[in-house]
């Protein structure tokens, strides 16, 4: 079952006198419980690539389906509507606010959802105790590892139960240690039936994916299937 299909996706912007493109061309489908890395170069289209699929941005031509629904057309409004109800972010630097407990960083996204205070509460600390946070909850980001702040970021990325996670370079800020922890949680996550797409310029991370996008100058050079897996060494307790 497809969940994201792309039509001939562009995406230009006017510099002066020149237009440069982001996204040329770019057609691609992605099913349901696909476990999906996009890979390439600075400047290579994946940045925009991501907020398009991410409902962040526009494209200038072409057409986007997202769970069947064309998001291209649709205004500000519809958009951020569509990105809260099908998308989970997961970003490099956490995004998390700094004064406010791991509970309450988890259970935001359900505030703008109009969920009542008692079940954000229940669905929060479902959401932390699923990433091994259970013990964690009324921590501040500052009184947490790396480790465990990027998993109070999947946390409050599942809290909404997307049909997508979405991770923009997940593990640009963790050790090697605590960035292979980490994928072994997507791993986890993936098993159970989320579809994941990889955003990363790392080519080790890259192979935890089952597919491998790799970009060049806004067009898709390259779609394969991973042969080579990466196995999870450890999963994270």
Do not use: W
Not at 36 to 43: H, K, Q, R, T
Not at 89 to 96: D, G
Not at 213 to 221: A, K
């Amino acid at each position: 079952m497809e969940i994201i299909r792309l039509n001939q996706i562009e995406k230009k912007y006017q510099m002066g006198d020149e237009i440069i493109y982001a996204l040329k061309e770019v057609s691609l489908a992605i099913e349901k419980n696909e476990y999906v890395a996009f890979m390439g170069p600075s400047g290579s289209g994946k940045s925009t690539l991501m907020n398009v699929l991410g409902c962040l941005d526009t494209p200038t031509s072409g057409e986007y389906f997202l769970n069947g629904q064309n998001v291209s057309t649709l205004g500000d409004a519809e958009l951020a509507h569509a990105r809260n109800r099908e998308i989970g972010f997961v970003f490099q630097t956490f995004n998390l606010l700094a004064r406010s407990s791991a509970l309450d960083n988890v259970a935001m996204p359900l505030i703008y959802a109009g969920i009542s205070a008692k079940e954000r509460k229940t669905r929060a600390e479902n959401a932390l105790k699923s990433v091994g946070l259970g013990e964690r909850m009324k921590h501040r980001p500052n009184e947490l590892s790396g480790g465990q702040r990027q998993r109070v970021a999947v946390a409050r990325a599942l809290v909404n139960s997307p049909s997508i996670i979405l991770a923009d370079e997940p593990t640009g800020n963790l050790d090697t240690k605590t960035s292979y922890e980490i994928m072994g949680l997507f791993a986890d996550l993936h098993r159970q039936g989320n579809t994941i797409i990889l955003v990363t310029h790392e080519e080790d991370i890259a192979l935890y994916a089952h597919r491998i996008i790799r970009l060049r100058d806004g067009r898709i050079e390259s779609d394969e299937r991973n042969p080579n897996i990466r196995a999870i060494e450890q999963s994270p307790s």
